[in-house]
C-alpha cells in the first residue's frame, strides 16, 4: 500500500448504529487530519493530530470520536449519527503542522449515508 | 477574516483550448498556495504549490499558476485542455496556523470533445 488508504470506501448506517472509519498513511508522516466533505460545501476541517496529540477540534459534534493510537493511523467513530452526516469523510496527512508550506495527501475518502 | 475566492463554480472549455481557473485570497500576510484536483469519487491530489519561492508555479499534468501579490491572486492555467482534465479543482491557503487550510469552494471543470 502506499500513499494514504482508508476503509471502508462506502457505509451505510442507521442513526442508532456504531461504526469506526480507519485510515492509515504510509508516508511517514507526523500529522493526521479528518475532513468532511459534503455536496455544495467546502471541505471542513474536524480533527488535527500531530504526533498522536489532538491539536484542533473544530467544534464538531460528540457523535463523532477521533483516536490516533500512532503516527501512522487515525480513526473516526461514529453513533447516533443524523441524516445530515452523510457526505464523503476525507482523511489527509502531512510531516507535520509546523509552517504553512506542508501540503497534505489525502486518502480517498470514505462515502457515508446515514438512513 | 482569511478567506479564499475561487471566482466560477464551473468552467466549460473544448479539448485543445486553454484553461483559466481564478483564485483570489484574503491577504493578512505571506501565505502558502495550493491547487488541488479531485477527480470523481475519488480524494485530493496536489497539482502545485507556492511557497515564497518563484511567483510562477508547475505543476503536474501541464498546470501552472502565478502568485500575484498586487492582485491577491493564484489563478491556475494549462494552455491545452484534455478530456482527463474533467474534475473539480480547488484552490487552498494556508497561513501557518497549525496545519489548518483554508479550502475555495470549488470549480467543476468539463471539458467538452
Known amino acids: 500500500e502506499t500513499g494514504v488508504t482508508q476503509t471502508p470506501r462506502h457505509l451505510v448506517m442507521g442513526m442508532t448504529n456504531k461504526k469506526s472509519l480507519k485510515c492509515e498513511q504510509h508516508?511517514?508522516?507526523?500529522?493526521m487530519y479528518w475532513y468532511k466533505q459534503s455536496a455544495k460545501k467546502p471541505l471542513e476541517l474536524m480533527f488535527v493530530?500531530?504526533?498522536?496529540?489532538?491539536?484542533e477540534n473544530n467544534s464538531v459534534p460528540s457523535r463523532f470520536s477521533p483516536e490516533c493510537p500512532n503516527s501512522s493511523h487515525l480513526f473516526l467513530h461514529l453513533h447516533t449519527l443524523q441524516p445530515e452526516d452523510s457526505a464523503l469523510y476525507l482523511c489527509a496527512s502531512s510531516q507535520d503542522i509546523a509552517g504553512g508550506s506542508s501540503e497534505q495527501y489525502f486518502g480517498p475518502g470514505t462515502r457515508l449515508t446515514v438512513t | 477574516a482569511q478567506s479564499v475566492t475561487q471566482l466560477d463554480s464551473h468552467v466549460s472549455v473544448s479539448e485543445g483550448t486553454p484553461v483559466l481557473l481564478r483564485c483570489n485570497y484574503s491577504s493578512s500576510y505571506s501565505p502558502s498556495l495550493f491547487w488541488y484536483v479531485q477527480h470523481p469519487n475519488k480524494g485530493l491530489q496536489l497539482l502545485l504549490k507556492?511557497?515564497?519561492?518563484?511567483?510562477l508555479v508547475k505543476g503536474i499534468n501541464g498546470f501552472e499558476a502565478e502568485f500575484k501579490k498586487s492582485e491577491t491572486s493564484f489563478h491556475l492555467t494549462k494552455p491545452s485542455a484534455h478530456m482527463s482534465d474533467a474534475a473539480e479543482y480547488f484552490c487552498?491557503?494556508?497561513?501557518?496556523?497549525?496545519?489548518?487550510?483554508?479550502f475555495g469552494q470549488g470549480t467543476e471543470l468539463s471539458v467538452k470533445p
Open positions: 508516508l511517514g508522516h507526523n500529522a
Open positions: 507556492y511557497t515564497s519561492a518563484a511567483t
Open positions: 493530530y500531530n504526533f498522536k496529540e489532538q491539536t
Open positions: 487552498v491557503v494556508s497561513y501557518n496556523q497549525g496545519g489548518k487550510l483554508i
